[in-house]
């Protein structure tokens, strides 16, 4: 038996908060001393907090977890809803990196204002029909990876053998939203397929003439640098954006030891 101070440094849990849990029975101390007052627990008693513990990080409020002790939720269950919580907990993590560079880029680009310079890096590609096997998403670039993870757990083995290249990304406005797009999510197949399996959607993007084009190196899912390049050599040499066909975006991984990857930019141009 351990007193509520050994049991507090055991635990590394407050005395204030072992008290209330006593308070409000949802851990009793296995012991009382009647004369002294003194609150006991055992060793095993550091297995019950735990699970306490657990359920408060999934985010459960104190008489849920009451009611939860009570029904004996098995392990699996319990290591299923803590990999849902990771999965949450990665998303934000993501997401705030994604705006901690896009922050970075933007300040870089504030200070190179008037000094923009294009040329050798941009070309023009003509593109093939292709056929593509996607998903919709709704969100900005923040969104993109969380999206692609989604998307990479739905398919299938015989369907990623179909799918070598890079993930592609088409960018469409929504009419009446100012801060989400229409993203479509997905990879270019490399032979035919008829019916796309649930819950994915197929569809053949037609052939390009004219793409203006920028890759580059970037540790960022959206480089606002690149696009005012590209935006920029467009309108020095006399183009324009073809209306009515979404710009499309490259990515393609580099080595797990380089936390960046190769993005290309691809829109489509019309001359004036």
Not at 17 to 42: A, C, F, M, N, W
Not at 167 to 172: D, K, T
Request: charged share 25%; hydrophobic share 35%.
């Amino acid at each position: 038996m351990f007193k509520i101070s050994a049991f507090s440094r055991l635990s590394r849990v407050s005395l204030k908060t072992l008290r209330y849990y006593d308070q409000i029975g949802i851990l009793k101390p296995r012991k009382v001393d009647h004369e002294t007052g003194y609150r006991y627990y055992s060793a095993d008693q550091l297995l019950e907090l735990n699970r306490i513990l657990i359920y408060k990080e999934l985010g459960f409020t104190l008489p849920q977890i009451t009611q939860l002790l009570q029904e004996h939720i098995t392990l699996e269950n319990i290591q299923g809803m803590f990999q849902l919580k990771k999965s949450e907990i990665q998303q934000i993590i993501d997401t705030e990196q994604a705006k901690l560079v896009r922050i970075e880029e933007r300040l870089q680009l504030m200070e190179e204002e008037g000094h923009v310079e294009t040329g050798q890096e941009i070309r023009i590609k003509e593109e093939s029909a292709r056929q593509f096997l996607f998903q919709t998403g709704y969100g900005g670039d923040e969104d993109i990876p969380s999206l692609f993870r989604q998307f990479d757990r739905s398919l299938t083995k015989e369907i990623r053998q179909m799918t070598q290249g890079p993930q592609v990304v088409l960018w469409r406005e929504i009419p009446g939203q100012e801060e989400k797009f229409e993203l479509e999510i997905g990879y270019f197949l490399t032979c035919e397929l008829q019916l796309p399996p649930y819950p994915f959607q197929l569809r053949t993007l037609p052939a390009e003439p004219m793409m203006a084009t920028i890759a580059y190196r970037s540790n960022a899912i959206f480089a606002c640098k690149a696009c005012v390049h590209l935006a920029t050599w467009i309108e020095k040499n006399n183009y324009q954006i073809k209306e009515n066909e979404a710009g499309r975006e490259l990515y393609l991984p580099l080595s797990q030891e380089q936390d960046a990857q190769f993005i290309e930019i691809q829109i489509p141009i019309l001359n004036r």
